[in-house]
């Protein structure tokens, strides 16, 4: 039976044409052109805010003490096991060296990127998670400058919370800025902070253009489109569950996909029946955005069997992967394109997202295909080094001689060459291409 879309969306992430290409580009050029001045100027006229851009430890004190001690006692939480789970990954990374032949060293080090820039939205929904998420992983990997950059509220500031959060996770500098003067400042260096090597972190489509286009001159974490999630579900999971979770990633914004992939029917229908009654049931701004995503974004597709069911979610590689099904250790041996994957209804993309310890900065549209998400290890660099005695060097020399000649690369053959000479002047060797 061939894959049976019984709700099937109508627009794509790529669907939003608009001018943001441009609109970036001007921006991005200005304030690379104009410095800290030009940079005010887009922060006056976008974030309309006129307080202090990089954050005294007096304003930082100041903001920390006014988060409610439950609230500070769940950050701490959150950021506890994000930092454990950072520095198990990073124990999988480990500085090498090996001898390729005898005498020819090779080695391997791990080098963390010198000053990383994390962007922690905070426009429509105030995104403590993401300064968890990658102030912290920054600074497990080495770090050795780290600035969280953070839209401000008209009169307001930074939020409070996200202020806390990312001083409790490590960030050497909080600046007040958002969108892409925000990107600029961090990528430029502007208001006396070093340049970012990398910049991580959610975005609107503003601020992923802004990476988009500065990547090359800067590292980033990947090029994000609107979030999406899946769920594999089958006779054994629960509608009502199956249901909440789609709703809840839906809120994320207007454009955010949320897909079914079942093999019942019934779960099928009656989920399609609950989502839009549990969206009605959201507060105003979260019921826009899940309304939409619902309407032109959603689908609900009926598979065969669990195999196609799992060909479908590798053929969407989505950012978020759940299954609720039979059998777990099946679909996490068969599955192989997603972000993060959720094994259960016990687990939820919601804890991914805020405190469980993996990390929520992940690939989308369809990127987790072939790339996973942010890490420890995207802030550092795998190097490789080598060293050889002479007698190590000799049959390196005569097969780098022999192969640069038959690419046409004389230059590179008589960098072997002038070594077997030196280090060998009583021996002959055959060098030719053809020998």
Same mark, same amino acid.
């Given at each position: ?69 439950? @609230?500070?006692?769940? !950050? ?69 400058? !780290? ?45 006396? @902070?070093?340049?970012? &090597? ?31 999630s899946l769920i594999l579900a089958d006779k054994t999971a629960d509608a009502h569950i199956v249901a909440t979770d789609l709703v ?53 597709? @009926? ?37 993060? @994957? ?11 997202? &805020? ?81």
């Amino acid at each position: 039976m061939p894959r049976e879309y019984l709700k099937k969306a109508s627009l794509t992430s790529k669907s939003d044409a608009s001018e943001t290409k441009k609109i970036v580009r001007a921006i991005l050029d200005d304030i690379e052109a104009g410095g800290d001045a030009k940079a005010l100027e887009y922060a006056a006229k976008f974030d309309k805010y006129d307080g202090s851009i990089i954050l005294t430890p007096e304003e930082i004190e100041a903001a920390c003490a006014l988060v409610p001690e439950k @609230l500070k006692r769940d !950050i701490q939480f959150s950021h506890d096991n994000v930092r454990r789970f950072a520095e198990q990954q990073k124990s999988t990374v480990a500085n090498i060296e090996y001898e390729v032949v005898p005498g020819l060293i090779a080695g391997q080090k791990a080098i963390p990127v010198d000053a990383a820039g994390c962007y922690v939205p905070g426009g429509r929904y105030s995104h403590i998670a993401s300064a968890i998420m990658t102030v912290t992983t920054a600074k497990v990997a080495g770090c050795n400058h !780290i600035t969280a950059c953070s839209p401000p509220r008209p009169g307001v500031g930074i939020a409070p919370a996200i202020v806390y959060a990312a001083h409790l996770c490590g960030a050497d500098k909080i600046m007040a800025m958002g969108g892409v003067q925000g990107v600029a400042a961090m990528t430029f260096g502007l208001f006396g @902070l070093p340049k970012a &090597k990398i910049l991580v972190g959610p975005g609107n489509q503003f601020v992923a253009e802004a990476k988009r286009m500065l990547f090359g001159r800067v590292g980033i974490d990947m090029i994000a489109g609107p979030t999406d999630s899946l769920i594999l579900a089958d006779k054994t999971a629960d509608a009502h569950i199956v249901a909440t979770d789609l709703v809840s990633q839906a809120e994320h914004g207007y454009n955010s996909p949320v897909w079914l992939v079942t093999d019942d029917r019934a779960l099928a229908e009656r989920v399609m029946e609950l989502v839009p009654t549990y969206i009605d049931d959201l507060p105003d701004v979260n019921r826009e955005n899940a309304t939409a995503a619902w309407r032109d974004y959603a689908e609900v597709i @009926l598979c065969a069997d669990r195999e196609e069911m799992a060909a479908t979610s590798d053929d969407y590689a989505p950012e978020h992967l759940t299954v609720q099904a039979e059998d777990l250790d099946w679909w996490l041996d068969r599955l192989s394109c997603y972000g993060s @994957l959720f094994l259960g209804e016990e687990t939820t993309v919601s804890y991914g997202d &805020k405190a469980a310890g993996t990390n929520h900065v992940l690939p989308t549209s369809g990127a987790a295909s072939y790339t996973g998400g942010l890490s420890v290890h995207k802030y550092m660099k795998i190097v490789t080094w080598q060293r050889a005695t002479r007698e190590g060097s000799k049959p390196v020399a005569e097969a780098t001689a022999r192969i640069a000649r038959l690419e046409g690369m004389e230059g590179h053959a008589r960098a072997a060459d002038v070594r077997l000479a030196k280090y060998f002047p009583d021996e002959e060797f055959d060098l030719t291409a053809n020998g």
